[in-house]
């Protein structure tokens, strides 16, 4: 592997994984006997799982070790488990990490050079197998992001291949007051393609203009809602028109006795056996005055309810009450 190839693979995998996916250990030569013997054990475990088949979970066993000690010997492990499951472009970057991993330490101690070497070799494997696609992200703000089929891509590796299984693949670019913007590419196996995207050309956030909206129609003149006092007036006319009766009723009867009484009595007292009569043309007289009251309050309560039943549009019709000879009267006219 050329010294150029191999910084290629140096940079690409530092810069594409988020620091949160490279949660590292100690390093063996600083690590105490409990992390030794922890992360072993984690490994020892790791490497039992893989040799059933059981590769997710031994991959987990394995990065679990390598979070206790760093060690490219377990990350080259986790890659091979991520290869063996099919996670082909998961394990090409784990391949990449180990070469990086295994470089920096290999001054320490010798026996990591088979590993980087082994990396290297195993990913060089892969790499037919997978498409890439190299960005050209035009017009980024501080805030832009990219990521490659859900994966962030890190600003320092826009510009480098990036690994896509062969087939469709979303890009996605956001960009802060913007919509994200998406594009779907489609690579064969070994296939090596290019795709420029301008950062600020999404729709801003806020969208296109709204149609302006019709002015609301003016509302509706409001009905009047009193038609249901028309009956109520009717009542009470009649109770006016009942008791108007009832005072003429009454008031001529107490007139028929004030009248007999007087001829009885001439201008006299009237004599103890007359009691009677003026007892009941007394109450007669009061009859008729209550009569009169209810007759009045009646026929103006009537007339009051049934105004305000009319609808609004109708001409108003005065109601009043009036005398007659010998009598109360109502009546009315339009207006």
């Known amino acids: 592997m050329s ?4 910084f290629y693979v140096v940079a690409f995998a530092i810069a594409q994984v988020p620091q949160a996916a490279r949660a590292d250990g100690v390093l063996p030569s600083v690590a105490t006997p409990v992390q030794r013997e922890q992360a072993q054990s984690r490994f020892r475990r790791g490497k039992e799982l893989a040799s ?3 590769y997710e979970e031994a991959a987990t066993e394995f990065r679990a070790s390598h979070e206790i000690v760093t060690s490219p010997n377990t990350r080259l492990e986790l890659a091979r488990c991520m290869r063996m499951a099919g996670r082909l472009v998961a394990a090409y970057a784990e391949f990449g990490r180990t070469a990086v991993e295994a470089k920096e330490l290999e001054a320490d101690d010798n026996r990591y050079q088979r590993a ?9 494997e892969i790499e037919p ?10 017009n980024p703000s501080e805030g832009t992001r990219v990521t490659v089929a859900s994966e962030e891509i890190r600003r320092p590796a826009w510009a480098e291949p990036a690994p896509i299984a062969a087939g469709s693949t979303e890009i996605v670019v956001e960009t802060p007051v913007h919509l994200p913007i998406r594009r779907t590419v489609t690579v064969a196996a070994g296939e090596k393609i290019s795709l420029s995207i301008d950062a600020q050309s999404g729709e801003p956030e806020t969208g296109p203009p709204q149609p302006s909206v019709a002015p ?7 009905r009047n809602n009193l038609s249901s006092l028309r009956p109520w007036a009717y009542v009470s006319g009649g109770v006016g028109a009942a008791g108007l009766v009832s005072f003429a009723l009454f008031g001529a009867l107490a007139r028929s006795n004030y009248d007999d009484l007087q001829t009885a009595c001439g201008g006299d007292a009237c004599p103890v056996s007359k009691q009677d009569e003026i007892a009941a043309g007394k109450t007669k007289q009061t009859i008729a005055n209550v009569s009169l009251v209810f007759g009045v309050l009646g026929a103006a309560a009537g007339a009051t309810l049934f105004v305000l039943s009319m609808p609004k549009d109708a001409p ?14 109502v009546g009315g006219g339009l207006r």
């Open 316 to 329: 108003v019709t005065s109601l009043g009450l009036f005398v007659l000879p010998g009598g109360l009267g």
């Open 3 to 6: 010294r150029a190839a191999f």
């Open 129 to 138: 197998k997978l498409g890439f696609v190299t960005l050209a992200i035009a």
């Open 216 to 222: 609301a129609a003016p509302p509706e003149p409001v």
């Open 52 to 54: 059933k088949q059981r």
């Open 116 to 124: 980087r070497e082994a990396a290297v070799a195993e990913r060089q």
